[in-house]
């Protein structure tokens, strides 16, 4: 889900001092020097936000159950995981408000190439831009079906947004 992972990787921009990070992997293979989850991901944070925030790390089958003490979670691709698993941890982040993005996502933001890929994803880029749905928004809009009203419109099971104004509307 793109709008997720963007909603995530926007999370980046917000991180401050204190602030708690999960990085989490799905394998448990050997850690090389320079590993992109431990070592260079941290780096590319710390240098994005300027923070000196508190990054915890988790691989394979370990993922917290509570996720609340987490600003953003920050997950690798998921080759070694199932659907079914990386779906529950998606969908558990989702549950308790917290903010997600793979690896993937979280690196071209650091690294500044995530706008230009979303040119051709305005609501996407809106998200990025923190013009797009808030957080309550998007927690109503979870797992119901969001339909485009207009440009700056969403009509959420018949409850509109407006992205312009953050607002709710019949």
């Known amino acids: 889900d793109l709008m997720t992972q963007v909603r995530g990787a926007a999370m980046l921009s917000d991180i401050k001092d204190g602030d708690r990070i999960l990085i989490s992997e799905g394998c448990t293979h050997h850690r090389q020097c320079g590993d992109i989850g431990t070592v260079?991901?941290?780096?590319w944070v710390k240098k994005f936000s300027g923070a000196d925030m508190q990054i915890d790390f988790t691989s394979g089958g370990e993922?917290?159950?509570?996720?609340?003490?987490?600003?953003?979670?920050?997950?690798?691709?998921?080759?070694?995981?199932n659907e079914t698993e990386m779906a529950s941890r998606l969908a558990r982040a989702k549950e308790q408000g917290v903010p997600i993005c793979n690896y993937g996502v979280a690196i071209a933001h650091c690294n500044g190439i995530l706008r230009r890929s979303l040119e051709l994803f305005p609501e996407a880029l809106a998200v990025l831009d923190g013009n797009g749905m808030s957080d309550l928004a998007f927690l109503i809009a979870g797992d119901l079906h969001l339909a485009v009203v207009g440009k700056d419109e969403f009509d959420i099971r018949g409850i509109g947004y407006r992205l312009d104004t953050a607002e709710f509307f019949l």
């Open 40 to 43: 260079k991901l941290p780096a």
């Open 63 to 81: 993922f917290p159950t509570d996720l609340s003490p987490y600003k953003l979670i920050i997950h690798c691709g998921a080759c070694m995981l």
